[in-house]
Each structure stands twice: as C-alpha cells, then as structure tokens.
C-alpha cells in the first residue's frame, strides 16, 4: 500500500514563505513522476507543477518565479518552495504521485491535501 503524506501548510502574511513537503511511503520501487496541484474554495483544482524523477520540472505558468518545486529521491519526498505568497494562493495543496510499488502494477496516488492560508 502506497500513501502521501503532505506537511508544511499553515496560515502565512501575504509576501511571506512556506515550504510544503510530501512523503511517499510503502513498498515503491521508483516515482516517475511527483506533482503539486491546488484547489481554492469554489474553484477547479489547478496544477501547480510537476517533476519527474530524472528532475525535469513543469510549472502552472502564472507561478513561474515564485514557486520552485524539487525532490529527493532517496526520500521518496518532494518539496514545494512558496515565496512572495499573495492572498490568492489560499487553497488546499494536494500531493500526487505515479508510483511503482513493487507489485508492478503502476498506480496513481493522492496524499489529503494541506491547507494554505495567505491573510494579514
């Protein structure tokens, strides 16, 4: 059984910093791919990027120089570095991974999200 665990969120000023990480465990033999995404109250969940595990990245273009997404792989973690957070980028963040466990049966997985909150 593979879960995501995701840690990191909080309530934060507007300018302020967070850095979201989500954990992968269970029986993985690799992660192809790690990614980010966010849903903001009444809104479609969005991508938010993405990085595969030879580290090539994708970003939601209108995040581009304010969030940097990395990973380590020997952790089976990726992080999510958040500056210059504005007030819309309240939203929940979900983890998602494709993953590999060692059954060989290639699955997508979701961690339960964690709550961002940027307010003065």
């Known amino acids: 059984q593979v879960q995501l665990v995701e840690s990191g969120g909080g309530l934060v000023q507007p300018g302020g910093s967070l850095r979201l990480s989500c954990a992968a465990s269970g029986t993985i033999l690799s992660i192809p791919a790690m990614v980010w995404y966010r849903q903001a109250p009444g809104k479609q969940r969005e991508l938010v990027a993405r990085?595969?595990?030879?580290?090539?990245?994708v970003y939601a273009d209108s995040l581009k120089g304010r969030f940097t997404i990395s990973r380590d792989n020997a952790k089976n973690t990726v992080y999510l570095q958040m500056n210059s957070l504005k007030p819309e980028d309240t939203a929940v963040y979900y983890c998602n991974a494709v993953v590999l466990p060692v059954s060989g049966l290639l699955g997508d997985y979701w961690g339960q999200g964690t709550q961002v909150t940027v307010s003065s």
């Open positions: 990085i595969t595990s030879g580290g090539s990245t």
